[in-house]
């Protein structure tokens, strides 16, 4: 007997992530990841979070840090995210906000509120693999969402029927893009914005980096471009998607979503049936450090992570062979690279672990077709300076061998 037999057919489309099994090799020895999208620990604001937990369990005398909590979240905690959002352009009440477990299962929460099996979600490609991976489980067909693709409104819709379904959504991390480090121009933006009206569908804005600028000229948010035309988030059809993984700290699985009430009403449906609330003590700790030490934090940060990434982008200059191309971001955590045709990231990295101690993600893992073999994503984050150096000297030379 074999229960698989009784799965449910979405199990077939849940697959284990390439990321999450590259991050067990973190504790071999000697191993040089550039794989994971990891923040570095050295700069976690430990002793402020040490704090604000001793403030949040001493002051509460009735033991409401470590109850049972509302769907929606702490109060202080989404009246901090609502005026913050406001500050980038997109103003909102904390009616319009939710706290999730992560940014992670916003999209979960979202691909399960939008998607029935077979409706179209329009991607990039290559996109978020924990993107794909949450949305796999609601058997949606995808399509490409490209700025430069010139398709009609009316033939994407016609390319959604025939497969099945409707088109639901596009779904774009704006802002130093996982996996190529790009970002969004305002034209870009608001053609989106253009597009989704055209075709009656959410616009999904993964936005876990914004706060990660190191040089360049912000652009507003997909939110605040639409509620700028528009005068409301509640005539909004964007969904705003937040996290403090990448700004304060992964591990205590904090982030939110942003968008009209009708919305936020159903995934509080949602979030009631998935796990009733977010940890309630995280989220006290989480706003207090958000009101009191982010903005300190955040020049530390940004100034930490431009230098590992300049850092990368000097090594690549002059370590890697003609052919082989590479993105510039200006913030974020990644570099994009592209190696000449015939290449195949997956035998590159198998080759590289076993000679050179070095890892990273093959790119044919972020796109839902699997094609761009001959594409990698390097994280600069997370390693030092002295390693993002030696390791891009190691991955020269297999290039060049």
Not at 51 to 76: M, W
Not at 282 to 298: G, K, P, R
Request: include cysteine; glycine fraction near 8%.
């Amino acid at each position: 007997m074999s229960l698989k037999t009784l799965f449910a057919s979405r199990a077939g489309r849940m697959k284990a992530s390439e990321i999450r099994e590259l991050l067990k090799l973190l504790n071999r020895p000697g191993i040089l990841s550039f794989a994971g999208g990891i923040p570095d620990p050295a700069l976690f604001p430990a002793e402020a979070f040490r704090a604000a937990t001793a403030r949040a369990l001493a002051d509460d005398a009735v033991g409401q840090s470590l109850q049972y909590s509302t769907s929606e979240g702490n109060p202080r905690l989404r009246a901090w995210i609502a005026s913050y959002m406001t500050k980038i352009g997109a103003p909102c009440s904390e009616e319009n906000i939710l706290i999730t477990s992560g940014s992670q299962q916003a999209l979960d929460y979202l691909g399960k509120l939008f998607l029935s099996p077979n409706d179209t979600a329009l991607v990039g490609w290559p996109t978020y693999l924990g993107a794909l991976g949450a949305f796999n489980a609601y058997e949606p067909h995808y399509d490409r969402l490209d700025p430069s693709d010139n398709r009609s409104p009316a033939t994407l819709a016609e390319a959604a029927t025939a497969a099945g379904g409707r088109l639901k959504f596009s779904y774009v991390t704006p802002d130093f893009s996982n996996p190529t480090g790009m970002t969004l121009t305002k034209a870009q933006r608001e053609a989106l914005i253009d597009q989704a009206d055209a075709l009656d569908i959410a616009i999904l804005e993964d936005s876990a980096y914004y706060a990660l600028r190191f040089d360049g000229d912000d652009v507003l948010p997909i939110l605040a471009l639409e509620i700028a035309r528009k005068g409301s988030i509640e005539a909004c059809r964007t969904v705003y998607c937040g996290s403090f993984s990448k700004t304060l700290a992964p591990g205590l699985r904090v982030g939110w979503v942003c968008a009209a009430q009708p919305v936020i009403s159903q995934l509080v449906l949602i979030k009631q049936a998935g796990d009733l609330h977010s940890a309630t003590l995280n989220q006290a700790v989480v706003a207090e450090i958000a009101e009191t030490s982010l903005d300190t934090h955040l020049p530390k940060l940004r100034a930490h992570y431009a230098k590992r990434r300049d850092t990368m982008l000097d090594a690549l200059q002059r370590y890697m062979p003609p052919g082989v191309s590479w993105t510039k971001p200006e913030g974020g955590m990644f570099v994009w690279m592209t190696l000449p045709k015939g290449h195949d990231g997956a035998d590159l990295l198998a080759t590289a672990l076993e000679t050179q101690n070095i890892a990273f993600v093959p790119g044919s893992a972020f796109f839902p077709d699997g094609s761009g073999r001959n594409t990698l994503r390097l994280n600069f984050s997370s390693p030092n300076e002295t390693q993002i150096e030696e390791g891009m000297r190691r991955l020269g030379l297999l290039l060049t061998a």
